[in-house]
């Protein structure tokens, strides 16, 4: 008998999909930045460096340097450490937590507290949620960090910390890979602008990176034979990026795994209206620096 594919990997890229775009509307609807500059943090990306490193502590520039991956380290250096001078940790989680519940209110009423699709979706999220732990959270700073943190009493707002655990679970997994495969973060940009995810517009201006070392990326992935002068894949880096897609996506299954295919896609298919109406509201630019698709689109 020809043996069965794994359904896993497949639907944990679909969660991702809608669940990532739920996730980053902390990241670039401004209430999240009113409830940073009500702390007297200094900027946008001092609010974004806190308020994602909050879970892990008043940590250093070279700990959210190494674990964040894709960003300058003097970029990293400009907000951290002086932001735990501004606010402790568990202000920032608290302020990014008033930003969320602020801008999904916003977006869909103050009735998205007591939706009955969302309390569905709240309760399928956290059961996956609560599978990042063990072997699950190992090498996964991220995950396990805010895996640690108290669910929000409310459903929409635990809804929000699930899908982030989720979120950071497979990016965790994700860095993991790129390491494993000696792809540094100026690499990994090209390779994402190259297939089409993002834009060099866009990661130029959000991660910092110089000239020179876009120029030594470029380098080193022609070098590798996976890119041409003209920034475009060779078949052996289309190959390389779908791998490193394949096997984010193995990676990340272990939540569905728990969870089961039928309520894996449940999940998927409750968050889509959310991710829509998010999008249609503007909130997320497409391409985006993160690089994840529109919804509905591969």
């Known amino acids: 008998m020809p043996e069965l594919r794994d359904p896993y990997p497949a639907l944990a890229r679909r969660a991702w999909q809608v669940l990532e775009v739920v996730h980053v509307l902390s990241y670039f609807a401004p209430e999240t930045r009113q409830a940073t500059d009500a702390l007297g943090l200094k900027g946008y990306w001092m609010g974004y460096f806190g308020c994602r490193a909050a879970p892990l502590g008043a940590v250093s520039a070279a700990t959210v340097t190494a674990t ?16 735990w001078g501004y606010a402790s940790p568990e202000q920032l989680i608290e302020a990014r937590l008033a930003g969320v519940d602020a801008s999904l209110r916003r977006l869909f009423g103050d009735q998205v507290a007591a939706d009955p699709n969302v309390g569905r979706a709240t309760e399928l999220a956290v059961e996956a949620a609560s599978a990042v732990r063990g072997a699950e959270v190992s090498g996964r700073p ?26 950071e679970h ?10 494993t495969g000696e792809i540094g973060p ?85 968050l889509t209206p959310l991710a829509t109406t998010i999008v249609a509201a503007g909130v997320l630019p497409f391409p985006n620096p993160v690089g994840v698709p529109a919804p509905g689109t591969d």
């Not at 300058?72 to 002086?82: E, L, S, T």
């Not at 497979?170 to 390491?179: A, I, Q």
């Not at 060779?234 to 990026?241: D, E, K, S, Y």
């Open 68 to 83: 964040f991956h894709n960003f300058h380290p003097g970029m990293v250096q400009r907000a951290v450490p002086d932001v």
């Open 142 to 167: 991220l995950a396990a960090a805010n895996a640690a943190l108290t669910v929000p009493d409310e459903p929409h707002l635990a809804l929000w910390h699930a899908l982030t655990v989720l979120r």
């Open 170 to 179: 497979r990016g965790d997994g994700h860095v993991s890979l790129l390491v």
């Open 186 to 270: 100026v690499e990994a940009h090209i390779l994402a602008i190259a297939s089409g995810r993002s834009s060099a517009e866009l990661l130029r201006t959000a991660r910092k990176w110089s000239d020179e070392d876009w120029d030594a990326g470029v380098e080193n992935l022609v070098g590798r034979g996976w890119l041409r002068e003209d920034w475009t894949l060779t078949p052996q880096g289309v190959a390389a990026r779908e791998t490193l897609e394949d096997d984010t996506d193995q990676l990340a299954s272990g939540p569905y795994r728990v969870l089961g295919t039928e309520a894996t896609a449940e999940l998927t298919e409750l």
